[in-house]
């Protein structure tokens, strides 16, 4: 579940630097903007999830 999470958040990344480069194109500064700012959430999300999966699962999972 974590796995799938963190997939989702890289997939989330890249579309928001993918639109970010098209409103550059067009010239959609205020766009540009958010869209440049949306991907700091996302890696900060992508981070606590790292933290759940090396804190907080279950070590005898593996055994």
Do not use: Q, R, W
């Not at 869209?35 to 981070?47: F, G, I, S, T, V």
Request: aromatic fraction near 6%; charged fraction near 25%; hydrophobic fraction near 50%.
């Amino acid at each position: 579940m974590i796995a799938s999470s963190k997939i989702i958040e890289h997939f989330e990344i890249a579309a928001y630097g993918i639109l970010a480069a098209f409103a550059k194109i067009l010239f959609k500064k205020d766009a540009e903007k958010l869209l440049n700012h949306a991907p700091a959430e996302e890696k900060e999300a992508d981070c606590l999830l790292n933290n759940v999966a090396l804190n907080a699962v279950d070590n005898t999972a593996a055994e």
